[in-house]
């Protein structure tokens, strides 16, 4: 299927690695220019040599940073001549007690998993709307569907973008001008990230990664993690040309592992 957004000019962050740099692969085989983020130069310079080689013609920049540093926000918004597609993405704060957080703690959650994407939407909707194309995707997690307990700083501030989402996604301004925001919530992907909350997981019961792993996957109906390049196919769609007609939406990829009906 030709998702139809060669030529397109996209932004995603955190994509040195993991579900970002999944969903910077999908987007560039389909022809879509990048500027991608990341905190590490190193890292996200070997992302951007692999990215080139998989269209020709593509254009890939970079810009290292944080990308809840405001000025960091505005050097990747720069190097984006026109921003058509939007993947807002970050790593979620650590677990813990909620009795054991200060207010500095919740503040910074919010600002790197709520308040950042929210300064990036705003930068560049009123344009996609005046272009007649927009679209935004923000990973955030499985969570939002189904609290962990020890990881309330990512839930909190996860479900404050969700909630906010479910409103903006609506104005008539955006959905009427070809404009969707929707919000992808990831379950358990065989990333960097699953495998250090499994390693830990492993250290703190005094059993080895691998029987953690085994246990977790027969938690998963589908008996296995996801692969990220299956979550940046996936987003890639929500990008295309196709998906006009689907916003405000949040969208489980967890291996049929939430087990609501809604």
């Known amino acids: 299927m030709d998702l139809g957004i060669s030529g397109r000019w996209a932004i995603v962050c955190a994509a040195s690695k993991g579900l970002g740099l999944a969903c910077a692969r999908a987007l560039a085989k389909e022809g879509v220019n990048l500027v991608i983020n990341a905190r590490g130069d190193e890292a996200l310079q070997v992302a951007a040599t692999q990215l080139r080689t998989l269209a020709s013609g593509i254009e890939v920049r970079t810009v290292a940073g944080d990308i809840s540093d405001a000025t960091v926000r505005e050097q990747v918004l720069a190097a984006c001549p026109q921003v058509d597609i939007l993947i807002n993405n970050a790593g979620g704060p650590p677990p813990g007690d909620f009795r054991d957080w200060q207010r500095e703690d919740w503040l910074k959650a919010l600002d790197a998993n709520m308040l950042t994407p929210i300064e990036l939407i705003k930068a560049c ?15 955030t997690s499985g969570a939002v569907k189904a609290p962990i307990d020890v990881l309330g700083l990512s839930n909190g501030a996860r479900s404050g973008l969700t909630g906010f989402i479910a409103g903006l996604a609506r104005q008539s301004r955006l959905a009427g001008n070809n404009v969707t925001i929707n919000n992808l919530l990831p379950g358990p992907f065989e990333t960097e990230r699953l495998h250090k909350t499994l390693s830990a997981a492993a250290d703190a019961s005094g059993t080895s990664v691998e029987q953690v792993s085994q246990q977790r996957r027969r938690n998963v109906p589908a008996q296995r993690f996801g692969e990220p390049d299956e979550f940046g196919a996936y987003c890639a769609f929500i990008c295309s040309r196709h998906a006009g007609f689907l916003t405000g939406q949040n969208l489980l990829l967890d291996g049929g592992s939430y087990p609501g009906t809604f």
Do not use: K
């Open 125 to 139: 909707v009123d344009g996609m709307a005046e272009r007649g194309f927009g679209r935004v995707v923000n990973i």
